[in-house]
């Protein structure tokens, strides 16, 4: 087994064991290995990538766009352990749309958020909204991850929710800030209390007391955005887009700090769930505040004298 090879199968294993599946990626990534030694390659380059990327004929460039995101994620990955591996760029295939660009919430709008939650009625269903929206807020989870939680998820006493994402089909461990454990023990008495017969096991329950649905989550919080003056006719802030904000809160705070956000990228990644670090990479584009901070990185040397 060649040096590459090896480092393949601990990648594959590593993100395996954190969930992933890597069907395709565990097909052609040895091929891409099998591409590179017939080049006479020893590492990863952008020019090499980009050639193996295009290799099919007669297909659509996403088919290319995704062949070359999965030598971008094991380039990351390889880029530790070999300084010399190029990471593909983002962006070389044209894909058959654009993300909506995201919404930040300030920490103000969500206060504001969640005080409209609770003046909802019924209480149940202010209960549940303020909740959920809360749990959002401050873990990045998704919306089909959250609705998706049964009570045995949902562990207070050692502050760990096990989350699923049907694109994995394996779970994950979202540990929780003791704050955010209590606003969810709070939840759960308060929901007990006032819908003591329900027969569902899902966490988050409706005013009836059925396992909540997203288009009464999205229908809801459309009304709410709406009256806040968050949703115009310009401005489309959405659910999802918490997610966002949380991921971007946490990397501002990172640069803030001076922490190497680099070396912790994997960690955020993995916390929210992410199939590939690229995905992760891309809120570093979402705030233009982020950008400046990360094009001063680039900047400052090691020593941090600037040249």
Known sequence: MSELAGHLDDYLRLRRALGFKLKREGVVLPQFLEF???????TITTELAIAWAKLPTGVHPITWAHRLGWVRGFASYLKAIDPATEIPPRGVFPRPHQRP???LYSEDDIARLLSAARSLRPALRAATMEALLGLLAVTGMRIGEALAL???DVDLDAGVLTVTWPKTGHPRLVPLHPSTTEALRRYGRRRDRLNPRTGTSAFFVSSVGNPLTHSTVYWTFNELTTALGLRTGTTRARVHDLRHSFAVRCLLG???????VAAHMATLSTYLGHSDPAFTYWYLSASPELMELAAGRLDTPVGGDRR
């Open 36 to 42: 590179l030694h017939a080049a006479g390659a020893g």
């Open 101 to 103: 660009t995201p919404y």
């Open 150 to 152: 049964q009570h045995d």
């Open 254 to 260: 990172w640069y803030r700090d001076g922490v190497d």
